[in-house]
């Protein structure tokens, strides 16, 4: 019987993705003793890769949280520069070009906005309903 230093190591290469046959080689272990552990140990193997997964998620998080943070700050210089200068020398055709994309961004950022309404309420109802709290809607 092996002992469990090898089985913990087999649970860490198959948590890897690494073949019966590689980890068979590095563990001096047969195939069919590997797939025979591997039904065993199933769980643990599987809450491994969870964990690496896990592991691996949060540090491609920091990293994108500190891109995010470089963007952020770099559009905040170029904002400040962009508030001190004019357009006036700007073409007509590349002010166009801006206020497209600008739209275009605008448009990216709406928020889709639905009604709830409950089955016993009639659509009337409830616009009359939302009149007496709201007295101007702008579209």
């Known amino acids: 019987m092996k002992s ?3 089985k913990k ?3 860490e290469l198959r948590a890897k993705g690494i073949s019966f046959s590689k980890i068979s ?3 001096k272990v047969s195939k069919k003793t590997l797939i ?3 039904r065993e140990l199933e769980r643990e193997i599987t809450n491994l890769k969870a964990i690496e997964m896990e592991e691996l ?4 998080y920091v990293q994108k949280q500190k891109r995010i943070e470089l963007f952020g700050s770099q559009l905040e210089q170029i904002m400040k520069e962009l508030d001190q200068r004019d357009f006036s020398d700007m073409s007509t055709e590349k002010l166009l070009e801006l206020q497209l994309k600008y ?3 605008l448009k990216r950022e709406e928020v889709d906005l639905s009604l709830q309404i409950e089955e016993r309420t009639s659509l009337d109802e409830a616009i009359m309903n939302m009149g007496k709290s709201i007295k101007t809607v702008r579209v």
């Open 4 to 6: 469990n230093e090898t």
């Open 9 to 11: 190591r087999f649970i």
């Open 57 to 60: 998620h949060e540090m491609y």
């Open 103 to 105: 739209l275009d961004y």
């Open 25 to 27: 080689e590095s563990l």
């Open 36 to 38: 025979e552990w591997s």
